[in-house]
């Protein structure tokens, strides 16, 4: 089963940055991380950003432009997620998801991380 490890969370002030990354845990399977969800409890899952496909550029959801740059290396078969300018309202849990091919364009994901905590103080 395919297993995504996303790391880089933590706890930041206002103004902060922190930077996350993810990738498919060695040996099971093979997919392709690209996106990054966030959610709070009691609160739905929302969209970060993601690409569409693996030639694609990034789309960022709308609070976070400007602020946030997501990006793959492609080589390593990684993803991650450069935040700036960390506000409150970006406390939450981020996950990593991932698809089994990123070869055409798609708006759904395959593959979910546990999630990594960013916690950003006032």
């Known amino acids: 089963q395919v297993q995504l490890v996303e790391s880089g969370g933590g706890l930041v002030q206002a103004g902060g940055s922190l930077r996350l990354d993810c990738l498919v845990s060695?040996?099971?399977?093979?997919?392709?991380?690209m996106g990054w969800f966030r959610q709070v409890p009691g609160k739905e899952r929302e969209f970060v950003a993601g690409?569409?496909?693996?030639?694609?550029?990034?789309r960022y959801a709308e609070s976070v432009k400007g602020r946030f740059a997501m990006f793959r290396n492609n080589t390593k078969n990684t993803l991650s997620l450069q935040m700036n300018s960390l506000e409150s309202d970006d406390t939450a849990v981020y996950y990593c998801?991932?698809?089994?091919?990123?070869?055409?364009?798609?708006?759904?994901?395959?593959?979910w991380g546990r999630g990594t905590q960013v916690t950003v103080s006032s």
């Open positions: 998801a991932a698809r089994r091919s990123p070869f055409v364009p798609a708006d759904d994901y395959d593959y």
């Open positions: 060695k040996g099971t399977g093979v997919a392709f991380p």
């Open positions: 690409l569409r496909w693996i030639e694609a550029t990034p």
